[in-house]
């Protein structure tokens, strides 16, 4: 017999486990972020200032999340754009407004700790090149904090595009079209995660430590029904990816979730469109009417109670009314005249036809909104911050109604940033987590503002204590 006939097969096997072997040996890294909103991105920029080797990864094709969709601000106080600008606030105002908003819910340590780092988040925004320079008012709050672009422009923009240009300049791999399907665990642990990538091949990325910043659940109505059978039928202003993909991976491994049936409806969405119409519009001035034309609210309350009035009056919605002043003033109102969601007209009376709810009734509400604020009357409707007359047209109007817009529940953290066990409050060894992901910082009612101040502080706080692990 052919000893070298029998030895060829033999090699052959050997080289090609040996070839299984190496494709199927897992990558590592010091951490491993999943997801690439501003809580992810901060959270590899942060590990890697700390020495780490990084790698994010991000189940969509193209990166921002939710962050890139938001168009009010980020809140902060005492901060120097607010100094500069000479505008009053302090810490102990934001702090108060956040958990009267929250109606006293939060999580205590963790709100106190979004309003101390909020001004730091805002300058280390400023630091990596973004436009934070206008500050405004948005719904709730008793001061102007909501940082911003110049003249008004959308923020989640403007931070994903310094958040990216960071990360390259620092070398941080983001892997797209990459999602998380299971988590590697070492004892009581995580060391890693199993991932799929496009194509759909599978494979292990073993990590010191793993940040979970997925985002919410408010992008899928099955998900957000199944904790809130209320909101079934709600438009939603998620992005498709924003299906709350850590509730598996939390519920496999016993991580305590909070809050999961607190789903916050904004109360000004576009209700044929999903598209929300920002909260600037009605904190520089604008104002809401019903379908017959008549004010019904104070336009800066807070956003369960906003809904709720909205809901109450004829089909659930109603216009939000603004002038051509206003609207020099919010660039953000420029991309809904240019998705055609806006009906405008050069009298009162003309907008009202437009609009079709009554001229005489619309027309007569105004004269007295302007007359009263004119006047420095007090509201009848308890409208307080910044009201001035709407009296500059040409004059605008968009329909409203509430949308799901933000998962105040989720991964139970502490001050750490660490996710706790369920069965004990501990920390798990290894999971850290940021932004919509997590729940309790903003008990049942989040401020409008301050989901993007939580992102970056919980991001940084995440990727900092992840690469000292």
Known sequence: MNKRKLLTPLVAGLLLTGIFFLLGRPEKYDVLVVG???????????????????????????????????TGGVNAAESEVQEKLGISDSLESHLEDTLQAGHRTNNPVLAEILVEHAKEAVSRLRDLGADLEDVGYLAGHSAPRTHRPTGGAPV????????????????????????????????????????????????????????????????????????????????????????????PLAEDIGARMVDMDQIQAHPTVEPDHGILITEALRGNGGILVDLMGRRFTDELAFRDILSARILERRNGTAYLVFDDRIRRSLSAAEKYI??????????????????????????????????????????????????????TPPYYGIKVSPGVHYCMGGLAIDDHARVLRDSDGKAIPGLYAAGEATGGIHGNNRLGGNSLADAVIFGRIAGREAARK
């Open 36 to 70: 690439a909103g501003a809580a992810g991105l901060f959270a590899a920029l942060e590990a890697e200032a700390e020495g780490a080797s990084v790698l994010v990864i991000e189940k969509m094709p193209t990166i921002g999340g939710n962050t890139i969709r938001a």
């Open 156 to 247: 989640g923009t403007e931070i994903v595009r310094v958040l990216e240009k960071a990360l390259k300049e620092r070398g941080i791999p983001i892997r797209l079209e990459t999602r998380i399907t299971g988590l590697i665990r070492k004892g009581d642990g995580v060391k890693g995660a199993l991932v799929r990538d496009k194509t759909g091949r599978e494979y292990r990325i073993l990590s010191s430590a793993l940040v979970l910043a997925t985002g919410g659940y408010g992008g899928s109505p099955r998900t957000f029904v199944r904790y809130n059978p209320a909101l079934a039928g709600f438009n939603t202003t998620n992005h498709p990816g924003a299906t709350g993909d850590y509730i």
């Open 338 to 391: 240019q998705r055609n969601l806006v009906k405008s007209a050069d009298t009162p009376e003309e907008l009202a036809g437009e609009l079709g709810i009554d001229p005489p009734l619309f027309s007569g509400e105004l004269e007295s909104y302007n007359r009263i604020h004119r006047s420095g009357l007090d509201d009848p409707y308890g409208r307080s911050g910044l009201s001035i007359p709407l009296d």
